[in-house]
């Protein structure tokens, strides 16, 4: 499968708090059409802590994979991304005791040729939607998501509950050893957008606004200015978020065939 991107969109903003601890990678101001490999992490622990293990996840990852990356990558590949990256974290903490504590959500996005291929840890979220609809979102690892799930709380109860932060994975460290939840996606089609995004984008943006963002806004630098536009000044958290628009798919068996008939043409 050759899949090929829009130019993606991104922003990581400070919104209400006083300093950023999301961070995404790449930079919005380097990201390329050729990219594969795309993360979102929101960081916690308070004072600079979060900004630094937020910055560190994404520094780790990305590392891990540009230098050890062969074919696609698997789970036990991203189990091993996340090790590494917990490993960092312990060595940044041996050398900075005040640290301790600092932890990370996770979302990861990556291009290849079997699929698009998603891990996410804690409760920031990667949407996959087509003409508005959501196709797929991964499942918050929550305190709130937990409790719907064994039916301890309603849905309605569920948006305004005083624990609705409250996240049960994070990167932290190998004393707390976390997994990621890790899916190959192969319904790729034209059109798709994938929507990578910290907690705080959805303080004011119910799934219901999102797909009808998504539904009537085609550009993918629109859809930013839209999101943007319903965060600022209302979000009391940080807010980040990437837009990555599918732009073509083609199967390797339709492209053997067309170069083929290519060769063919030139005999």
Do not use: W
């Not at 996340?82 to 990861?108: S, V, W």
């Not at 719907?148 to 609705?164: F, M, R, V």
């Not at 460290?173 to 995004?197: N, P, W």
């Not at 536009?229 to 492209?255: A, K, M, W």
């Amino acid at each position: 499968m050759n899949i090929t991107i829009g130019k993606p969109c991104a922003i990581s903003d400070i919104g209400g708090r006083l300093n950023n601890e999301d961070s995404i990678y790449p930079q919005p101001e380097t990201v390329a059409s050729n990219q594969k490999l795309f993360i979102v992490c929101d960081g916690v622990g308070g004072a600079e802590k979060g900004e630094i293990a937020s910055s560190l996840a994404c520094d780790s990852i990305q590392t891990y994979f540009s230098t050890f990356l062969e074919g696609e990558p698997t789970r036990e590949f991203i189990h091993k991304a996340i090790q590494y990256t917990e490993a960092r974290f312990d060595d940044y903490i041996r050398r900075n005791p005040e640290a301790k504590g600092m932890a990370t959500t996770l979302t990861l996005l990556y291009i290849g040729t079997s699929g698009v291929t998603l891990a996410h840890v804690g409760d920031s979220r990667v949407y996959q939607f087509r003409k508005g609809e959501i196709l797929y979102q991964t499942e918050d690892h929550s305190l709130v998501n937990s409790l719907l799930k064994i039916g301890k709380i309603s849905p309605e109860e569920a948006i305004n509950h005083p624990q609705k932060n409250v996240i049960i994975r994070a990167i932290q460290g190998r004393e707390h050893a976390t997994e990621a939840d890790v899916i190959l996606l192969r319904d790729i089609q034209a059109g798709d957008s994938f929507f990578m995004c910290t907690d705080g984008v959805l303080e004011n943006l119910t799934n219901e606004t999102l797909s009808f963002i998504f539904s009537t806004t085609k550009a993918p630098d629109c859809i930013k200015d839209k999101l943007v536009e319903t965060c600022n000044g209302r979000t009391r958290d940080n807010y980040s978020f990437y837009i990555v628009p599918i732009h073509q798919v083609q199967d390797n068996v339709g492209l053997r065939q067309i170069i083929l008939s290519f060769l063919y043409s030139l005999a």
